[in-house]
Nanobody, 115 residues
Framework: QVQLVESGGGLVQPGGSLRLSCAASISIFSFYHMGWYRQAPGKQRELVAR???????NYADFMKGRFTISRDIPKNTIYQQINSLKSEDTAIYYC?????????WGKGTLVTVSS
């Protein structure tokens, strides 16, 4: 069974930085693309960023300039570095892996931005 396991969430002050990790139980080349979504309290889940097999990256407009998605192929892991965190970035961040006919999700990691 394919598993995606996120880590790295926690409490951070406004203006701080955080790096989230998502480890896959299979080769990340098994996915057409992998990415990060987030869901804030009372809001719908939204795309934050994703990276495809060719390492092409796409970012949500609200994240441009503050977020970098990357991957470590030997470790089957993707990362997201978020800088200049704001209170509105508080959310559960989910890792996603998409392949034709299959869509996998991690359980999420909570990021709380507060002073």
């Amino acid at each position: 069974q394919v598993q995606l396991v996120e880590s790295g969430g926690g409490l951070v002050q406004p203006g701080g930085s955080l790096r989230l990790s998502c480890a896959a139980s299979i080769s990340i080349f098994s996915f057409y693309h992998m990415g990060w979504y987030r869901q804030a309290p009372g809001k719908q889940r939204e795309l934050v960023a994703r990276i495809n097999m060719s390492a092409i990256q796409n970012y949500a407009d609200f994240m441009k300039g503050r977020f970098t998605i990357s991957r470590d192929i030997p470790k089957n892991t993707i990362y997201q570095q978020i800088n200049s965190l704001k209170s509105e970035d508080t959310a559960i961040y989910y890792c996603n892996g998409f392949a034709p006919g299959a869509d996998y999700w991690g359980k999420g990691t909570l990021v709380t931005v507060s002073s």
